[in-house]
């Protein structure tokens, strides 16, 4: 375990098969137990958790799946659990929490993504929050033209709004005398118009 500037705390994973050292972020609850194990713990020790016979030499692999199986006894899963299947929920875990291919990438020492993607199962629920985020923020830099829903057709009055194209036609259009024709022709139809709506809305 090392820290950095910050007093941020890391495990070192040293060269390996992928042959990739790197630095995996603790939390403080993984911190504070690994100084429990420490403090409690045989003193001078190499290794945080040693072989119980064997001085100064690591647990052996077998003896951790062995406790593992222990610890998840009576789960029924569809597959068996093993330490290696940790890693597979523990990628799958970070990225559908919102980390992103390329940290869980680096997390892991993967230098193909196509290598991390076989890890992790991104699931439905995180794919349908993102989509949705997605649509929010491109909502938000291009604005939609008002819905027309069922609320604002109620409150949209068809002959008031031809009302308003009456008034406008003759302020604007009838002023102008090359345009006045054209304004009576125009106010003529909206006239009309405007009586068949009335005839629509209120039948009586």
């Not at 119980?52 to 799946?65: E, G, M, N, T």
């Not at 892991?108 to 991104?122: K, P, V, W």
């Not at 033209?145 to 009456?166: G, K, M, Q, R, Y």
């Amino acid at each position: 375990m090392s820290r950095d500037a910050t007093g941020r705390c890391f495990l070192k994973v040293p060269l390996g098969k992928l042959n990739n050292e790197r630095l995996v972020p603790l939390t403080n609850e993984i911190v504070a137990l690994i100084e429990a194990m420490q403090i409690f713990g045989p003193t001078q020790r190499r290794y945080l958790v040693e072989h119980c016979k064997a001085i100064d030499q690591p647990v052996q692999q077998s003896k951790l799946r062995a406790a593992l199986r222990r610890a998840v006894e009576g789960l029924e899963t569809s597959e068996p659990i093993v330490p290696h299947r940790l890693r597979h929920t523990y990628a799958t875990s970070l990225l559908n929490a919102g980390m992103s291919l390329v940290s869980v990438m680096k997390l892991l020492g993967h230098r193909d993504y196509r290598m991390t993607l076989r890890y992790a199962a991104i699931t439905q629920l995180t794919v349908t929050k993102e989509y949705d985020e997605a649509i929010s923020k491109l909502r938000h830099r291009y604005p939609a033209l008002p819905s027309s829903s069922s609320s604002n057709e109620a409150a949209f009055d068809p002959v008031e709004s031809i009302d308003h194209l009456l008034a406008w036609t003759h302020k604007t259009l009838a002023q102008r005398d090359d345009h006045l024709k054209a304004a009576r022709s125009i106010s003529k139809r909206l006239r009309r118009i405007r009586s068949q709506f009335r005839s629509l809305l209120d039948p009586q």
